[in-house]
């Protein structure tokens, strides 16, 4: 089964760096949205308490987004290990004048955890295969 998810953000001008593109912590910020959404559809039914982002790795900046311009991410589970997963993530810019283009790719591992007694969380198997 493909577990996978797409999310959507407009960039506003709040989100802007100094030379006036969309900042990249902020870009990373949405990139961990987007997969916690692929998270959440990998994790359902599984009755485990949620997932933690582990680690963000080969992020790659491709090109620039501009203030006005949506950005839609496109995520997908790639690899499933006992507690952890691995999902990449795909981040496309769109804007009236300009063409769709892959702004943005990074991959994401979570961790499956639950629940402990005194409320700390801990990792759990997910059980779940692709
Ligand atoms: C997530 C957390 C509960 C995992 O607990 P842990 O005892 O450190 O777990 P481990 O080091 O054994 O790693 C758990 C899994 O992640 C994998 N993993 C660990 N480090 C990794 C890395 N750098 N890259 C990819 N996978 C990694 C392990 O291989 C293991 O996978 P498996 O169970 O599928 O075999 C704990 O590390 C934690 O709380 N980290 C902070 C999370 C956080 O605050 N995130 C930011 C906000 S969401």
Redesign the pocket.
Known sequence: MKYQAKYSQLVMPDDANNVGTLFGGQMISWMDLAASKVAYRFLKGTGVSGA????IDQVEFKEPVYPGEWVNFEGHVSTA????FQIIIDAYAEGAENKKRLACTAII?M?A?KKEDDGS???CPHGRTL
């Open positions: 933690l982002t582990r680690a290990g006992t507690s952890s591992t961790v955890v969380y801990s990792k």
